[in-house]
């Protein structure tokens, strides 16, 4: 497809001039936002980084591949690419047509407004391109200092627990609780000896509570190793703690994906449905609307489901309620919220599961539905790992719990993670978590003894 | 204070994705070499075209992290209405890769990484670092042939070399250009010469025999192993080296020479007398390859279960075949049942010599450190010494 012409651009820039009219007039309230035309590689490039300008790792390079292969091949495509910043940038491609970016322009507003105004993105850096760039250049140093397998091997180790972040987490949390003086040790303390007895107080686990053990689990295992781990050097500390600080930018998007897409897509074809198109331009957005919202059997479209459950409030609570809805809800209140029996029948939710070779439907439940959903949606894919102890046996071993939700864990996978969490603690790795039969399971592994199951 | 802006601007020097993909790539490469060995001898690769695409797992690229079992626990999907339970919405096939889900692992069935490549680019990998070792330069001046070949014509030249036809067509030209079209009135504008170039051809001065047991102890693994093995060893001579001759031998109690298709299809059956196989390489060496201006490498394959009357015989012929020779390789495929010191290999190793090279194979993996002991860096440290 030809990129667009001059004369294109201009017509753009008026359709777009026109979107941010009317949505203004309907109450969207959007942070001042910067579009900019790139070609399709930059486009997939951003989609697989995240964010323009972050550090360089392979699986970037993977993720990039994927994309561009399946761009390649006309299998999907990138419309539009909105970064959560103020004021907020939106990348729209060069070779569509004038329509569908007026359709990207309008799904962008929604999307900035949501940015600007959920309450999830309350402490959310509205300056992350520049941080993620600081962070690039401060990683491309480090890679100059110390090699760039070196860097590639921490950052493989970090990225596999970068999901566990607490962003709620206060900075206090996780130091230990004042505790009373020592005992002086006294003359005749041998004399406890006698009785087979310690000496009151002098060693009880309270006093030599180290700082390596939270009072209460805490599930913020990046900064835990950032502030804990026995064998970091200051750099390497710095690189977890880049990971965890570009981790907390991008959890809030995780936890309204659904809700997002869903506002952004029905202020698209309120938007459009009010502009003045010509009949050739309404068939194009039409078309285009319904390649969006597109149902799939496997996996849920988050645009539909969202666009689906927000229409559903509005005919029910009136299109006001909706500018609540935006506020308050993420993915999880959200369905659990709002998700009805009807819904889940209209829209022809279902439970499915690999049975042999085939996928088989196993359940239509209403509530079922919308309890495996909450448990899929908002992050909630991600396992909880509490660390409980960084001195476990006052021998500096790290000791994490899986925090069971009865869903069980993949082994293989979670022995391989403690692999690269040993390259972070370089101490003996923990996991408790449970087995098939609901038993209490302990993992460990350190590489002189390779991994070990106790029961 | 403005609210909205639209701008395009040049990214073409962006290359950000470029690079990190390289550097994926890369590990790809790295890790696919650690598979070789299995790799290597995988049947579908031996008796695909070389065309053909392999699915290679890899195992250590995949992003590990903390996750739920993706099969313990139902998925949530959506239908276009009126599904029930037990409908059939799919299927996971084991040709499934990651070429349909965005990130492996998101979809059941599918939990590991795969690179896709050709047998070429697996040969690339494979042959790296290979080399026929201790070759030696053999009269290469008398095996060069020269020829002279017209190729190009020039304005200046040796009036010797002068290309009379075109000379008087550019002449008749450039008359023609004003409104005269006749010959004459030659100048030096229109003269043109011929030039040459020397075409140099260097004969090829190497020769592998490939000797292969096909007799009845040969069971269907030791065939196998021994196919695998020169499938490997063929495409490697053929991708690394121009002019190198191949010539296949199969043998039971007698030897013959056989065609390549010939080589890897036909089974015979029969007792063993591996030395009918030396006295037709010699002869071979003899009628057609003079060790003088060839470098010879005889290669053999077999269970090693041979006559034992035959050994003597075939320790004088293989004698004579190692004078010969820059190298003679000798793999002895054993199974467990085998486990004991063959008769071959035993009197095979009674002779002293660096240009000896034998190794024992006794499964699948094996192929491929063989033929790294027969061509790679190691084999060339033995032969130097």
Redesign the interface.
Known sequence: MPEMTPAQLAQLEARIAEVWEVGSRLGLRPFPTHFEIVPATVMYEIGSYGMPGRFSHWTHGKAYQVQKTLYDYGLSKIYELVINTNPCHAFLLDTNTVLQNTLVAAHVMAHSDFFANNAYFARTSRRMLDTVSLNAVRIERYEFEHGEAEVERLLDAVLSIQEHVDLYATEDEGQPPEVPPARQPGPYDDLWRHDRLAPPDVAKPAQRRSRRRPAEPVRDLLAFIRDHSPILDDWERDVVSIVRTEMQYFIPQIQTKVLNEGWASYWHARIMRELDLSTDEHVEFARLHAAILQPSPRRLNPYYLGYQILLDIERRYGEQHLFEVREVENDVSLIRNYLTRELVDELDLYLYERQGDELVIVDKDWQAVRERLSGELGGNQTPVILVEDGDYEGNLELYLRHSWDGRKLDLDWAEKTMEHIYRLWGRRVWLETKADDQSRLLLSYHPREGHKQHR | ?????????D?SL?R??????????Q?VKEAIKQNLADIVSEQSIITSDGKKLVRVPIRT?????????????????????????????????PGQG??QG??AG????IDYYEAELTVDELGQLIFEDLELPNLEEKRLRELESEAVRFTDIRKHGPFANLDKKRTIRENIKRNAKRGNPRFGGIKNDDLRFKTWDRDVTRESNAVVIAMMDVSGSMGTFEKYISRAFYYWMVRFLRTRYDHVEIRFIAHHTEAKEVTEEEFFTRGESGGTRASSAYQLALQMIEERFDPASWNIYPFHFSDGDNWPSDNDLCRRLAEQLIERCNQFGYGEIRQGRYAYQSTLMHTLERIHSPKLVTVTISDKADVYPALRRFFGPEAREVARA
């Open positions: 204070m403005f609210s909205i802006s639209l701008t395009r601007d990214w962006h950000k994705g470029v690079i990190d993909q390289a550097r994926h790539m590990k690229l995949e992003e590990y992290r903390f996750r739920f079992d993706p099969n313990s626990y139902p998925q949530v999907g959506q239908g276009e209405g009126g599904s029930k339970v037990g409908d059939v919405i799919g299927r996971v096939g990651p070429g965005k990130q998101d979809q059941p069935g």
